[in-house]
């Protein structure tokens, strides 16, 4: 059993800045990819942008160049460094990670979802 905690969503105007973190806890061995996804009504979930365990990122056209994404092995977190924030931007922000339980096993593991609005 794997649990991801997010944090870092709210209620910005465009051009502003968010922070989004994800610390995943429990039954890992070890984690591959973690990545950001995002969901907005009417539409389907996106991959924003992931890092794999070699720190490759990849990047949805759309963010490239105002967000970045890092991730703290140590702290089994993920973060999402969002600038230049634009109304499109708002949707459910969901955290992904793909790991190894200690059981061996090849699982992976989504967040709760955090609300991003970006608003004048």
């Known amino acids: 059993q794997v649990q991801l905690v997010e944090s870092g969503g709210g209620l910005v105007q465009p051009g502003e800045s968010l922070r989004l973190s994800c610390a995943a806890s429990g039954s890992i061995f070890s984690i591959n990819s973690m990545g950001w996804y995002r969901q907005a009504p009417g539409k389907e979930r996106e991959l924003v942008a992931s890092v794999s365990s070699g720190n490759r990122t990849k990047y949805a056209d759309s963010t490239k160049g105002r967000f970045t994404i890092s991730r703290d092995n140590a702290k089994n977190t993920v973060y999402l460094q969002m600038n230049s924030l634009k109304p499109e931007d708002t949707a459910v922000y969901y955290c992904?990670?793909?790991?190894?339980?200690?059981?061996?096993?090849?699982?992976?593991?989504w967040g709760q979802g955090t609300q991003v609005t970006v608003s004048s």
């Open positions: 992904n990670v793909n790991y190894i339980g200690n059981r061996g096993n090849w699982a992976s593991s």
